[in-house]
Each structure stands twice: as C-alpha cells, then as structure tokens.
C-alpha cells in the first residue's frame, strides 16, 4: 500500500513510513495524486502564513479518487475538522479540540521551525502544547490549576514565532518553575503525528469508508489540470481542433446529466472498451498511465463517454421533435462537402 505524507516541524520524517513529503501548500495533494498515485494520505503540517495553505478541494478529489485522508497534529486536524462529514478522517486530540470547538484559531498550532535543511526543526512552542502540558502538570500535581491556567494565558498573549518554554515559564513563580523543571513535558503534537502515520498505515479493510463525493465544479476541475501538459498542448498546431472536438463532448454529457440519464455499468465498460480500443490498449492500467489519469477519474471519464452516447443514441426524443441520426449524417457530410447531390 502506498502511502504518502505531509510531515514537517510536528515529528522527524525518520519516523515516518512510505513517502514524506514536505508541509502541504497549495495544490500539493493534488500534484501528490498524480505523481505517487497514493492509496492513503497522512496529511500532518501544512503551510500557513509564508505560502496559500493546502486547499479544500484537493482533498475531497483525493477522497473521490478512492485515496483515503487521515489528518492530524497541525494543519491535518484543522482540514480533518472541517471536512469530516465528507470523508476525512481525523486522529487524535488536537483534532477532537477542533471538531468540539474547544479551540477554533489556526493560529493554535502554528509554530516558527527550521527549513528543510534543517529537517523543519521546531524553534517555538505551539500553543496546544502549552495547553496539553499544563493539562498533565495539573493531572500530576507538578503544577496547581490557578498556576496552570497562569502558562496557558502567558502563552496567549506571546506571538506564535517569539512562543518558547522560557518565555511562557515566565509566568511562573520560583517554586512552580522548580517544579516544573522535574517534569517531563509532552509534545502533543509530536504524539498526534504518530497516531495518524499509524492510522493512516494500518490495512485497508480497517479503513473507514469515506462516501463518493459530487462531481467537482469546473473551478476545480481546471485548477487540477497538470499546468504545464496544457501549455504543451497548447503549442500543438491542432490544439484548437482538439478543444473543439472535446469541448461539445462534455458539454452533451453535462446536458445528459441534467436531463437525468445515467449510464449502466454495461454502457461504462463499452464506453472504456472502445477508448481502448481506438488507442490499442490492451488494459485498463495501460490506459491509465496514457492518460495520467487515476482509476477513479478514468472510471467518471468513461462515464462522461457513455453519457454523451446516451445522449446521441437518444437525440430524437432528447428535445420536442429532435433531431434523427440520418440528420446528422447530412449536416455533417453537407459541412465536409462530401454531399454528392
């Protein structure tokens, strides 16, 4: 099983499984897709303030792409939080603060670290780790709860990139800071990120079933294309023959679905079969990495080619008085000039 993960400040990446990738910015689960074709995707740090953060959409197009997508510790429980009831799944306890409201600020897990040199090194202090630490002093009687409250509040008012120990043990008086220097302080973040590299790693009969996502809307759909290949394709000489041949395709597909066709399995599988066929590919993995589609976006393109069939083997009775095939053989010849009479 394939998996990758967005992994930066919150654990070393030595303690990571399958590919680790760096923090997530914007549109890198989608170039993740695309490039390692991941069964899971543990999505732990991510950008916030330097570069656009990892956006929405590409989550929900990993998850309908039948990619499962556990998050966690940073960046990962805020989206988990967010799009839980579409099929993220999130792990651990800065994700349960999130999805119960307890905390609500991106700012909670925001930290300055190193580069990537430095493998993302974390030079301040989080202030859910403040939280969960002043939580298990209290718990163990290192800290009394008015001295507790007392570090979380110093911590608030402490901007993310200045928040470290020493600055927040300020807050404490001498005999609470003697304490406290007994005390062996838990990284929640760090103990987050474990628990979703392990969830994210465990066999797939154990994952939970994320549902199918609604088909993007057409702002996805063409931020998603692989920028340069359409570059590529537009320096082609019949780069205009191809957007006009496969611009009425979807079209008459999207026209097919709002009528309330849908295409059968049969018809989906023809539909592949010839696309197969006409490229002389004998199988359905071949076609995939012609096409640098995934399965699942293969599977919702031969259903846009059964639609549009559906669509013209039906155009008498698609409008009042439509149009028959023998009309659509004359226009057509009659354009080409190919009509003799």
Same mark, same amino acid.
Request: proline fraction near 6%; hydrophobic fraction near 45%.
């Given at each position: 099983?394939?998996?990758?993960?967005? +992994?930066? =400040?919150?654990?070393?990446?030595?303690?990571? $499984?399958?590919?680790?990738?760096?923090? !997530?910015?914007?549109?890198?689960?989608?170039?993740?897709?695309?490039?390692? %074709?991941? &069964?899971?995707?543990?999505?732990?740090?991510?950008?916030?303030?330097?570069?656009?953060?990892?956006?929405?959409?590409?989550? +929900?197009?990993?998850?309908?792409?039948?990619?499962?997508?556990?998050?966690?510790?940073?960046?990962?429980?805020?989206?988990? &939080?967010?799009?839980? !009831?579409?099929?993220?799944?999130?792990?651990?306890?800065?994700?349960?603060?999130?999805?119960?409201?307890?905390?609500?600020?991106?700012?909670?897990?925001?930290?300055?670290?190193?580069? &990537?040199?430095?493998?993302?090194? =974390?030079?301040?202090?989080?202030?859910?780790?403040?939280?969960?630490?002043?939580?298990?002093?209290?718990?163990?009687?290192? +800290?009394?709860?008015?001295?507790?409250?007392? /570090?979380?509040? *110093?911590?608030?008012?402490?901007?993310?990139?200045?928040?470290?120990?020493?600055?927040?043990?300020?807050?404490?008086? *001498?005999?609470?800071?003697?304490?406290?220097?007994?005390?062996?302080?838990?990284?929640?973040?760090?103990?987050?990120? #474990?628990?979703?590299?392990?969830?994210?790693?465990?066999?797939?009969?154990?994952?939970?079933?994320?549902?199918?996502?609604?088909?993007?809307?057409?702002?996805?759909?063409?931020?998603?294309?692989?920028? @340069?290949?359409?570059?590529?394709? $537009?320096? #082609?000489?019949?780069? %205009?023959?191809?957007?006009?041949?496969?611009?009425?395709?979807?079209?008459?597909?999207?026209?097919?679905?709002?009528?309330?066709?849908?295409?059968?399995?049969?018809?989906?599988?023809?539909?592949? +079969?010839?696309?197969?066929?006409?490229?002389?590919?004998?199988?359905?993995?071949?076609?995939?990495?012609?096409?640098?589609?995934?399965?699942?976006?293969?599977? #919702?393109?031969?259903?846009?080619?059964?639609?549009?069939? /559906?669509?013209?083997?039906?155009?008498?009775?698609?409008?009042?008085?439509?149009?028959?095939?023998?009309?659509?053989?004359? @226009?057509?010849? $009659?354009? #080409?000039?190919?009509?003799?009479?």
């Amino acid at each position: 099983m394939k998996l990758v993960a967005f +992994l930066g =400040p919150s654990l070393p990446a030595a303690e990571a $499984r399958g590919t680790v990738l760096p923090p !997530a910015r914007k549109g890198d689960v989608w170039r993740a897709l695309v490039r390692y %074709r991941p &069964a899971a995707i543990a999505l732990i740090d991510g950008v916030f303030e330097s570069e656009p953060s990892v956006w929405h959409h590409e989550i +929900l197009d990993a998850l309908d792409a039948g990619v499962r997508v556990f998050g966690g510790a940073s960046m990962g429980a805020l989206r988990a &939080a967010e799009l839980r !009831a579409r099929g993220m799944i999130g792990v651990g306890r800065i994700f349960e603060w999130y999805r119960d409201g307890r905390i609500t600020d991106d700012s909670e897990v925001a930290l300055l670290h190193a580069g &990537a040199e430095h493998g993302f090194r =974390p030079l301040t202090v989080p202030l859910v780790n403040v939280r969960w630490a002043a939580e298990c002093a209290r718990r163990d009687h290192v +800290l009394r709860p008015a001295e507790g409250r007392a /570090l979380v509040s *110093a911590a608030e008012r402490i901007f993310y990139q200045e928040r470290t120990w020493p600055r927040v043990l300020e807050a404490l008086a *001498a005999p609470a800071r003697a304490r406290w220097e007994r005390f062996e302080v838990p990284d929640l973040k760090a103990e987050d990120a #474990r628990e979703t590299l392990r969830a994210a790693a465990q066999p797939r009969s154990r994952w939970p079933v994320a549902p199918r996502q609604p088909a993007p809307s057409s702002l996805v759909r063409r931020a998603r294309l692989d920028s @340069a290949e359409i570059e590529r394709l $537009r320096r #082609r000489s019949d780069s %205009r023959e191809l957007a006009d041949a496969g611009l009425p395709r979807a079209l008459i597909a999207g026209w097919a679905r709002e009528c309330g066709l849908r295409p059968s399995p049969r018809e989906v599988r023809a539909a592949e +079969l010839s696309w197969r066929k006409r490229l002389r590919l004998r199988t359905r993995a071949a076609l995939c990495v012609r096409t640098g589609l995934t399965e699942a976006e293969l599977l #919702r393109a031969c259903e846009e080619l059964a639609l549009e069939k /559906l669509a013209l083997d039906h155009a008498p009775r698609m409008i009042a008085d439509g149009p028959a095939a023998d009309e659509g053989l004359a @226009a057509e010849a $009659r354009l #080409r000039g190919l009509w003799d009479r």
